[in-house]
DNA sequence: TGAAATGTTGGGGCG
DNA sequence: ACGCCCCAACATTTC
């Protein structure tokens, strides 16, 4: 029996049409057999949070849209997949854009020497990082562990980044009957949790050139000062998009830099490098995401019994206005503010004396844009010990981080409605008011809104003193 | 991509 | 008029 010629296109963090590069080189195939794997088993402890799932299935399904409803669907390890594919088809080659998380590239090379065996062309791409992450090297080989050296050298390879380009599909799809339906991965979370989400985002590439065309149109023009400040409109809310491949950093990267010359636009490149940065040391230290990159914090003396205390975190009842509204908008829409992931990661590992490894298994699950990369380096930066990390003894004050970036409440109320009625002046310090105040406000403490569940000085304290053990060490 | 403690300065009140 | 104290306001140091 004569099996039918095709092509492979496997999408995978890449689920564009737009400048992706694999997409380009089979564009003028005659078949063309796009997949999508849903691949949990290999991913193990690191497969997707239920956000993420949520995000991909709306993805996967504009661009299964986009492709004539060609798409095909499959669930389970990426390599028994291939290999059903290659048997019951006479398989030409299979392209994808390459991924980096340590048990994707794994698997992506035990696919391509089983491949290699059966003689068929396997290829992968650079597509969704400008500098991939053993392009850019300190002159000794070894990788970048400060960052504003890091970029100082990236600035200096910018030939490396690719040119976009965007090729027309001339292939004709074949859908594999093999193919399950997206509904079958069972993407959607069993509770319904996501209709905060469906108003404040549209997943695929369309979405993602929107939220782009947005940012230019308005949030970048003040990007520098106003990305602190979570009322504003100012931070680009391109992370999700960026995390799935709906959008080219590199497309992003060469249009802000031909047509902005401000430090706004300046900044937001930055931004753009520490994915970047976060890329380059998961690469190096693929223990990055459990391990302290600094090895003096494994001798750190987390509290191991804070059940109650991580709980009221999680929900957002921690007593502290701005925490609690971070923790709410990243439960309610998926998302957080950056300001805010900083102010509520520095609560949780320095005032709560929590190991970031519990931070980072929750954002993991929540965020719309959780990425292993950015996720993990982020903790570690927040809790200090990673690469270039903020230094420990850094902790945040949540009331005077309120005042300085959210002076109004604005954000507050917003994710706080039981705070609504307060005056500005207590608006992150609920405890602090009179008792007439609250009254007036209809805030009952410890019946609508909790007490503190610690105080800042004493766990401030408690903090510094933790370190001390380690320090030096 | 902090905060708190400590140090310094300079103006005004007051004896 | 002068010195002394107080205390913002700002600067520096320390954690």
């Known amino acids: ?71 095909n669907f499959y669930s389970g390890r990426a390599e028994d ?40 062309e396997a290829k992968s791409f650079k ?39 965007t090729k027309k599909i001339k292939s004709s799809l074949i859908k594999d009957k093999r193919s399950v339906g997206l509904d079958e991965l069972k993407l959607f979370p069993d509770i319904n949790w996501y209709t905060d989400m469906d108003k404040q985002w549209q997943p695929g590439e369309k979405g993602a050139h929107k939220n782009f065309k947005k940012f230019l149109d308005s949030g970048i023009k003040n990007y520098k000062e106003g990305r602190d400040f979570p009322k504003l409109e100012s931070v680009s809310r391109l992370s999700p998009h960026l995390h799935f491949g709906e959008i080219s950093v590199a497309e992003i990267w060469h249009h802000i830099r031909n047509n902005y010359t401000d430090k706004n636009a300046g900044h937001f490149l930055k931004e753009i490098a520490w994915r970047e940065f976060s890329y380059l040391l998961l690469y190096h230290f693929p223990q990055l995401p459990k391990k302290n990159l600094q090895e003096k914090f494994d001798n750190f003396p987390w509290k191991s019994k804070n059940k109650k205390q991580f709980d009221a975190w ?47 298994r929750w954002f993991w699950d929540c965020l719309l844009d959780a990425d292993l990369a ?13 690469a270039d990390a903020a230094p420990y003894f850094r902790i945040f004050n949540p009331i005077l981080q309120g005042e300085r970036f959210d002076k109004d409440g604005d954000y507050v109320k917003k994710y706080c409605p039981e705070l609504k009625e307060l005056p500005n002046k207590y608006i992150h310090k609920p405890f602090e008011a009179p008792m007439d105040v609250l009254l007036e406000a ?9 007490h503190p569940i610690v105080n800042l000085g004493e766990s401030r304290d408690a903090a510094l003193d933790a370190y001390e053990e380690i320090k030096g060490k």
């Open 374 to 386: 950015n996720n993990s380096a982020s903790w570690q930066w927040v809790a200090g010990s990673g």
């Open 1 to 71: 029996m004569n099996k039918e010629k095709v092509s492979i296109l496997w999408f995978r963090q890449d689920l564009r049409l737009k400048d992706n590069p694999a997409l380009n080189a089979l564009a003028g195939s005659g078949h063309l057999l796009p997949i999508y794997i849903l691949d949990d088993e290999n991913a193990g402890e690191f497969k997707m949070g239920g956000a993420s799932r949520y995000w991909l299935h709306k993805s996967l399904d504009r661009l299964n849209a986009s492709l004539d409803s060609k798409l």
């Open 81 to 120: 997949i291939i290999e059903q594919l290659i048997t019951n088809y006479d398989v030409q080659e299979i392209f994808w854009n390459r991924c980096y998380e340590p048990w994707r590239m794994k698997r992506d090379k035990k696919i391509k020497d089983l491949l290699k065996k059966n003689q068929i």
């Open 127 to 165: 597509s969704d990082l400008l500098w991939e992450p053993w392009e850019v090297l300190k002159d000794d080989g070894a990788p970048y562990r400060v960052y504003s050296a890091y970029y100082k050298r990236l600035l200096k390879n910018t030939k490396l980044i690719r040119s976009p380009e």
């Open 314 to 360: 999680k929900k957002g009842n921690t007593g502290y206005p701005i925490v609690d509204a971070g923790m709410r908008e990243l439960w309610q829409t998926g998302y957080m503010h950056n300001r805010v992931r900083m102010i509520v990661g520095s609560f949780l590992v320095k005032n709560l004396l929590m190991h970031w490894r519990h931070g980072e």
């Open 442 to 450: 209809d805030v009952k403490l410890g019946e609508n809104y909790p």
